[in-house]
């Protein structure tokens, strides 16, 4: 599924009863956020903030792969990405 | 109990620059106190081995004539969604177990720099997802008023290691009220500051349109010291905020005099009936404001329509980009990694380690923030949440057009017990709604101890917010009040907090 | 894999009318990255860099980072949105784009979606033969590439079959600029030139602006071809199909023509085409089905909440449209006309892709003729034996030293050809492999005399036909002459030699 996680029959069905909320929550929201008003996607307006193109120090390959599951010739390891029935 | 650990960061840094203590001494009284203490508490999941060591070289800079800040060599406390290079940074979370960041938070750094020493790691909940740090998957943390109560959270470490006497100083992180909510229901103090006024650089993100870095301390004045070293711009992070701020020490000192309350117009908000809160929450909040009124204040009713649509539009805009931010943890580059038996497919590996490494609450949030960004439901449920900050926005407009602050109670109830309301998301959630519109909309607020609650004892937290970068003002408005409920108690509210089991255990670093 | 049934390209446009789309990524060659000050492999500096180590915190999604836009990215691709004619967005913003796949660091690629940089523009395209075309553009949007995969332990290397896979994460994050058509319609039978044309359109432009190595053999380019077919008088679109990554002009228009030519067998005998993403593979000319596209693809787009608007004021785009550089097709007429160049002439170079080329050995000091010449003559025959690329094989100031040589009389041009052998195998600049070569023409008169003696001897007849007035018998002592020299003479010396020998 999208999120990548296995979920119980447990976990499903507790999660049903909260998907409820969040349809209230929709309904709640939808009483006041009418067409008419802006969305507002960041508290602080601000734009164009840039970084000048200057090289800094890149992380070295140890720190890179320091906390890798598992690496192989100074690359990240991962098992097969397609199943056998593709 | 050793005197040391009883002194706030401003006495403590002022001891530590005369020579009367050094940081040695300081960081070890704590660290003793941690060993004796935090068995119960559990507000540490890493005490740091370095400590004594990163003491003695500010020992050493000062030996050497270098001139450090006012809190150099005070131990700091640091909440465990910020990464750190010399110790391990989880989130709370099983799936980052063990994980060692390259690099340090900005915060963190700053902090190092001012030559504060890192005393450890706090406990908190999952990926900062919760208001009582029992998601944590290490295990609660124990509010020391009542060690079968949350200490609040999801910063419930910070807040119980500051209200311990563990640290002086910590560092906390606030999506929802995850400093201000545990500083209510510890008796301590918390600051949220305006969004972007502290880097978030090297804060796990949780939901980065509301997540800020800020103080967990006793005194504001502590909050102010500890401000002063962390804010500011910092070019890492886009967002941050690039101007110019004043002391944030000297507007607590200026605001301790009291001056400050005279003619201050404080805004209560008419939206919020004393019914919603917990009788002794809503007694002590009244009874602060009669302080402040008798200093000379004027208390404004207010209006803000929209601040009941808060929670609302919060639980939708966090899961969303919680769902986003927590992708990246996928046993490819770092982190736990399972791997299913069979031929499994690196979806499987994802999937297995994704179950086996969230808990509930986390896996809970990132479902519901997947289904409320899927194709076909983004308009009603992100881009209308996204609306609710505007209408926020406008209602804090009108209101500072009113008031210098506005005043609410910062939670509904004192500290809970531990397993009381787990089962119960939804009034889980409620705990943060007075704390909510402030990072919906970008504005400060901090919240300070305003008493006990008469029927339980518990503590109490008043929460004062400012207009957007007026954060200054809410360390004089908070050092005022402080200052004159604190005379008129006799002594700190933590004086009241009854004395903690001293263990007998090991003193050492390490993983807890 | 099966190959699919291909019906005659002729047959299939007489059928079906074929509407295209081009995707067309182009890697900027900043010095950072787009959202990190890591070093960007697309810049030649930093190319070929041993894997991972061209990394920040954000390209690997490390927690707590965090992503800051690299200002000359967004400059480049303002001037590339002018320079495809485009609108610049008063107000533009990054959004992520949410899928899992092990070389996106983060599991989600900050692009753009509603609000692009740049928007509605057109590119003028010149097929082979001149003829002109616009060819529309919807926008062009700023986003982040991702790392690469290496599948191993299958036996073609491919993704299909592998048992394991290593990612490097160097490309992470390299500025992309994508650059996306409305649907291209009147392309007929012609529509795999428009691809090919297409992207040398683009090519040149990114070239021109001098904001990406634009070297599709590198990736710095890279295309997704979308065509559909709908059968004569069909007024609905037909179901499309992306062919993604094609690295080489030649390919794309392989790769239009293959897909036409497949979608249209299949249409014929009443199949209907799914909507997926088709891989091009170089050695086979086919296209295989990739990932199947379809509403269930739920990127789940949202605003990037780590960064703000993008809001380039009037001024700066007014200063960078100002500093554009001349449009490509300008150029050209203006250089054709500098040059001299006929019409066949100029295609010759046009098409050959060798304009740079050709101006620069010019710019270095050799006659435009000449230039052209070298360019479209020996090193292209060359270039085509080796399966290389005529530019970059050698460079212009070496051509036109090696002109200067012929002109100066030290080699004829059969000797500088092999010259040219020796600066294309790396022995050197020409003058070095003369030398080393031991190439040079022999202008000692005492060397020639002497094998032009030796020769009248070897055929004293020959020197009485001369003196006869019998000239042309002087040929057969010519070649004496220059087979004893081992070919290193000039030939018209030789014979004003022999004329004077005869002469005495
Ligand atoms: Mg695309
Ligand atoms: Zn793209």
């Known amino acids: ?86 | 109990m050793s005197d040391i650990i009883r002194l706030t960061a401003a006495e403590l840094g002022e001891k530590i620059s005369t020579g009367e203590i050094s940081s040695v001494e300081a960081t070890q009284a704590h660290l003793d106190r941690i060993a004796a203490v935090d068995g119960d508490v559990h507000a540490f999941l890493h005490v740091n081995e370095h400590a004594l060591a990163a003491a003695a070289e500010v020992d050493a800079r000062r030996a050497a004539g270098e001139q450090l800040g006012p809190i150099a060599g005070v131990p700091l406390a640091v909440k465990d969604v910020l990464v750190t290079t010399d110790m391990p940074s989880t989130s709370g979370s099983k799936i980052l177990e063990g994980y060692m960041s390259p690099f340090d938070a900005t915060v963190v750094a700053r902090s190092r720099a001012a030559g504060l020493v890192p005393l450890g790691k706090t406990n908190m909940d999952e990926f900062a997802m919760g208001s009582s740090t029992e998601f944590s998957a290490y295990g609660p943390t124990r509010n020391p008023w009542d060690l079968d109560r949350i200490p609040g959270g999801s910063g419930g470490g910070s807040a119980a290691a500051v209200a311990a006497f563990e640290a002086p100083l910590a560092l906390g992180s606030d999506t929802g009220g995850s400093i201000r909510q545990p500083a209510h229901v510890t008796g301590t103090v918390g600051i949220k500051p305006t969004y972007g006024g502290v880097s978030r650089y090297g804060a796990i993100a949780l939901a980065s349109s509301l997540d800020q870095v800020g103080p967990v301390t006793r005194t504001v004045l502590d909050a102010g010291l500890l401000h002063d070293v962390i804010g500011g711009h910092d070019p890492q992070d886009s967002t941050s905020l690039a101007q110019e701020w004043p002391s944030f020490a000297a507007a607590a000192r200026e605001g301790a005099t009291g001056q400050v309350l005279k003619g201050l117009r404080v805004g209560v908000i008419k939206e919020l009936p004393d019914s919603g809160f917990q009788a002794g929450v809503a007694a002590s909040f009244r009874e602060s404001l009669a302080v402040m009124e008798a200093q000379g204040a004027e208390i404004v009713e207010i209006s803000a329509p929209h601040f009941e649509y808060g929670v609302a539009a919060y639980y939708l805009i966090l899961p969303a980009e919680a769902s986003s931010n927590l992708a990246k943890f996928d046993s490819v580059r770092f982190g736990l990694r399972v791997t299913p038996d069979g031929n499994p497919t690196v979806e499987d590996v994802m999937s297995a380690t994704r179950d086996a490494g969230f808990g509930p609450e986390v896996k809970r949030r990132i479902i519901l923030g997947t289904y409320a960004l899927s194709a076909g439901y983004y308009d009603a449920y992100y881009g209308s949440a996204q609306k609710v900050r505007t209408l926020i926005q406008q209602d804090f407009d009108a209101a500072f057009a009113q008031v210098d602050v506005i005043a609410t109670p910062s939670a509904p109830t004192t500290a809970f017990r531990i397993g009381e309301k787990v089962d119960d998301p939804l009034q889980m959630y409620l705990n943060d709604l007075t704390t909510i519109p402030a990072n919906l909309a970008g504005v400060p607020g901090i919240s300070i101890p305003s008493g006990v609650a008469a029927e339980d004892g518990l503590p109490v937290g008043i929460q004062f917010l400012a207009p957007a970068h007026e954060d200054a003002r809410l360390y004089r408005v908070g050092a005022a009040l402080e200052a004159a409920l604190v005379d008129s108690w006799g002594a700190p509210l933590l004086s009241k907090a009854p004395a903690l089991r001293q263990a007998q255990g090991p003193k050492q670093g390490g993983t807890r | 894999m099966a190959t699919a049934k291909l019906m005659d390209f002729d047959k299939a446009l007489e059928m079906f009318e074929p509407v295209l789309g081009f995707e067309v990524h182009v890697e900027l060659n900043t010095r950072t990255k787009m959202f990190s000050d890591a070093p960007n492999p697309a810049n030649d500096e930093f190319h070929g860099a041993e894997p991972n180590t061209l990394i920040a915190p954000v390209d690997l999604g490390l927690p707590g980072s965090l992503p800051v836009v690299n200002a000359t990215a967004v400059r480049s691709s303002i001037s590339l949105g002018l320079a495809l004619g485009c609108s610049i967005a008063e107000s533009s913003r990054f959004a992520r784009k949410n899928y899992f796949y092990p070389d996106l660091g983060k599991n989600y690629q900050i692009s753009q979606y509603d609000e692009p940089i740049a928007f509605e523009g057109s590119v003028e395209v010149e097929l082979e033969d001149g003829t002109l075309v616009t060819i529309p553009v919807e926008r062009a949007h700023m986003e982040e590439d991702a790392g690469k995969l290496t599948h191993m332990g299958g036996a073609t290397g491919r993704i299909q079959g592998a048992e394991y896979s290593l990612v490097d994460y160097n490309r992470a994050g390299v500025p992309l600029v994508e650059i996306v058509t409305k649907p291209i319609f009147g392309a007929e039978h012609r529509a795999p030139e428009y691809a090919k044309a297409y992207i040398a359109a683009i090519r040149d432009i990114v070239r021109g602006l001098g904001i990406s190595e634009a070297r599709l053999e590198r990736g710095n380019l890279r295309c997704d071809a979308n065509v559909s077919l709908r059968p004569r008088g069909q007024e609905k679109l037909g179901t499309r199909t992306e062919t993604k990554n094609v690295n080489s002009m030649r390919s794309v228009e392989r790769a239009v023509r293959y897909e036409i030519q497949r979608q249209a067998a299949i249409l014929a005998d009443g199949g209907t085409i799914i909507q997926e993403t088709r891989h091009w593979h170089e050695d086979t000319g086919t296209t295989s089905p990739g990932r199947p596209k379809s509403d269930a693809d739920d990127y789940r787009y949202f605003p990037e909440p780590d960064l703000l608007p993008v809001q380039p004021s009037r001024e700066l785009v007014e200063e960078l449209r100002a500093a554009l550089p001349e449009q490509p097709l300008a150029r050209r007429r203006r250089l054709k006309a500098d040059w001299g160049f006929t019409d066949l002439e100029f295609q010759d170079v046009r098409n050959g892709g060798l304009i740079d080329e050709v101006e620069a050995t010019i710019a270095a000091g050799a006659a435009p003729a000449a230039a052209r010449k070298w360019w479209t003559g020996e090193i292209t025959r060359i270039a085509n034996a080796q399966e290389r690329e005529a530019p970059g094989l050698v460079s212009p100031a070496d051509v036109a030293a090696l002109q200067g040589l012929v002109d100066a009389g030290t080699l004829t041009d059969k000797l500088a050809r092999q010259v040219l052998e020796g600066v294309i195998a790396g022995e050197g600049s020409p003058q070095q492999v003369v030398d080393s070569r031991g190439l040079a023409v022999v202008s000692d008169d005492g060397a020639l005399i002497a094998a032009i003696d030796d020769a009248f001897a070897a055929q004293p007849d020959v020197l009485a036909k001369i003196k006869d007035g019998k000239v042309q018998a002087a040929g057969a002592v010519i070649g004496a002459v220059m087979k004893a020299m081992k070919g290193q003479a000039d030939a018209a010396r030789v014979r004003e030699l022999i004329l004077e020998r005869a002469a005495q």
Do not use: C, W
């Open chain 1, 1 to 86: 599924m999208l999120a990548r996680i296995q979920l119980s029959d447990g976990e499903v069905t507790q999660l049903t009863g909260q998907l409820d909320a969040i349809v209230d929550n929709i309904a709640k929201v939808a009483q006041v956020a009418t067409p008419d008003v802006a969305a507002t996607s960041h508290p602080i307006a601000m734009s164009n903030v840039y970084r000048p193109d200057e090289v800094g120090q890149p992380l070295t390959l140890e720190q890179v792969l320091q906390n890798a599951p598992d690496a192989a010739d100074g690359r990240f390891r991962v098992t097969a990405i397609l199943g056998e029935e593709q």
